[in-house]
Structures are given as C-alpha cells and as structure tokens.
C-alpha cells in the first residue's frame, strides 16, 4: 500500500529539528526521493535497552522524533534490547558495566511498551525484541558477525581509546555491543537509525554492517543530549535530576518549573510537540528579553502535563504549583500516614512512602536542605519521629507527607 508523503524539503524540516548530525545529507535526500515517488515508508530504527525499568524525558528525545517520522507516513521500528540490554552499552562508560541477567532487563522491559505508546501510535508502531535473532544465532553465525570488524578500528572509539591508554580492563563482550547494535538494523533492514550523540560510533558501524550483509547503508540521525533539571548533568534517574512521564501531574509541573532559565527552548525543542513557527517565537522572545521567562516555563510544564495526562491535569497541577509555591500553603489531599505510636527514622518514612527513591536519595536531600518537618530544615539524617505526635513532612518542593498516630 502506497502512502502520499509531504514533499522532500517539507519533510526535511521536520527531521532537521533538533538534530545533531544528518549522515550523509546526500542519501539521506536520495532516501526521501526515492520513497516519495514510489509512495513506499523508509523504515526508521531506534533502539532501547531495558537497563531501568521507567522512561524519562530524555528518553523521549528520540521517541519524539521517532513520532514526527510517524507522522510524515514512514515506518517506526522500535528495537528492545533485551540482549544488548545484557551487554550493556559501554558508549562514554570509563569502566566495564556491571551485566544484567535476562530476567532482570526483561522484567524492565515490561513497563516500555506501556510508555512508548504515550506518544507513539500503536498502531503504525513496529515492536521487535533483538533477542528474537540474537537467541537463535548459531557460533558459527557469531563468528562471522565477529569477522566483519578489526580491533584496530573499536579502538578508534573515545571511550575504549582512552580505557586502553590509561590500562583499564576492556571485556570482548563490551566489543560486541556495537556490533549486535548493527545486526539489528541487518534484520528489521533499516533506511534510518536514530540515536544520541554519544553513539554516533555505533549507528555508523551499522552502516558498514549492513554492507557488509549486502544492504545498503541506513542513515545516521543524531540528537543531543538532554540536560537534566540541574541544568548541569545529562537527565538521569541516578542522579536525581530527571522528570519520568509516568510522575503525577504535580510532580512534572513542579519540576519542570524549578529548570534554570538556559534550558526553556532546547525543552520545548527537544520534548514537546510545539511547532516550528511557535518554537521560532519561542527563541526570538528569550533573546530579546521580551518575556518573563517564568511565563515560558508554565507554558512549558503545562505542555508535558498535558502530553502525559491531560488538559485538567495540567490545570490542577498549575492551580496546585500556585497555592504551594505562591501562597506558602500546604495543600488539603496530601497523604496521610500512621506509625501506630512507634518511633521511625524520618528517612525510612520518606522511602517507604514513595517520597524518594531509595535511602540514597533520602540522605542527599536532607544534606542539600530539601526536607522540612513542620516547616524547620532537617540537619540530621538519622533523626528519628514519634508516632504520638502529629507533624507534617515536605520532600523537595512538592512532596508532602501527613503523619499521624492512627
């Protein structure tokens, strides 16, 4: 079946938006042209290894871009590496990565599909597990995929060059990973891989794999990296600095009301779904100082609570964001929990009850001053509470605790 697609320069505006890199522009037109006279989809690849089980908005960086292929009429190929996931990608890694068994990526594989679906149309998605060809790979099929690569030239890459110099341990499977990520685009017969910048390495390996298994060569699309809310790391669950899209309406409003003023346009680049004209008036506003930058920001936070819940979401996190942060109050229907007269460590009651991630995070916060109870700092990591007493926690700027003895 035969799709109509926009002419080549209209489509090529859309591609280009955010991206880093385009390789090469020439095949890439040459894709374009083809596809748009014959009326058949290009077949557009992204991979996604299964190494934490929740996607953040910096996942969604190339999901969003996967969308605007979708929408222009060509194929998305969505690849789980539930293999390559094993591996692990050693791309800016200064150390090899700890290997996860298979139950353990495919158990965080079972919430992607859920999350993809938030912004892909199911229907016109392509869903592949790699460990579907991977799994049934004889040794000596292994070899060969093993053949088509030198030492010499997975030493070219930063990360191993550097490994290599300073004489740190570099493991054989960890050789593998770019070579596997190739094999995929051979099997599901990529035209166009997308990826972050970090694995530019990679995504060109593909092409020469696919030559070298007689297809021609799919196009390398790159993006850039997203910042997280800190404004100085990459967008991290580790870190603390991320917004997950499967947070609550408030969470995802506040966060992205407390990002440093530098990131406004790249987020509505990158993540939200404004178009060109809106996102042109977006930076002309920012360089000439023509708005507060504040009234960017809701616009910003109602757009993702929008995308990822909806429009009285995004109302009632705006309505919520306004009565804490600029009336100082504390909200009615935050929860409420009971110690039954015991006396609990403050930090176990913020983990226990979905405030934090874990301990670790628990202690950073309170080291940072992000944790009050009855409006005073917390100072004391191990500072302990008794249930007779009825107190109220605040975690970061938006998270409340009541606790109470029954």
Known sequence: ?????????????????????????????????KSYETGK????????????????LGHTVGIRKLKQFQDLGHQVVVIIGDYTGMVGDPSE??????????????????TYEKQFFKILDRDKTEIQYNGDWFSRMSFAEIMNLASKFTVARMLERDDFAKRYKEQQPISIHEFFYPLMQGYDSVMIQADIEIGATEQKFN???????????????????????????DGTQRMSKSLGNYIGIDETPQEIYGKTMSIPDKLIYSYFELITDVDLKELKSIKTKLENSAV?????????????????????????????????????EIPE?????????????????????????????ARRLIRQGGVKLDGETLKDELQEIQGIQESVLKVGKRRFLRIKDK
């Open 333 to 361: 229907d935050i929860p409420i929990v009971s110690l039954g007269g015991q006396t609990r460590r403050i930090i176990d009651i913020m983990v226990e009850n979905g405030l934090v991630s874990g301990t670790g995070e």
């Open 203 to 229: 995504l060109v390996i593909g092409r020469q794999i696919q030559k070298e298994y007689g297809q021609e060569p799919q196009v390398v699309l790159t993006l850039p990296v997203l910042e997280g809310i």
């Open 93 to 110: 890694k200064s150390s090899t990565r700890p290997r996860l068994t298979h139950q353990d990526v495919m158990e965080n594989a079972k």
């Open 41 to 56: 989809p290009l077949r557009i690849k992204q991979g996604f290894d299964p190494t934490a089980p929740d996607i953040h």
């Open 292 to 328: 507060n930058p504040m009234e960017l920001k809701r616009s910003l936070a109602r757009n993702l609570v929008r995308m990822y819940h909806n429009e009285a979401k995004a109302k009632e996190a705006e309505s919520h964001f306004n009565l804490i942060h600029q009336q100082g």
């Open 1 to 33: 079946m035969s799709t109509t697609f926009l002419p080549v320069e209209e489509q090529l505006k859309v591609i280009s938006r955010g991206t880093i890199d385009l390789l090469p522009m020439e095949e890439l037109k040459e894709k374009l042209i």
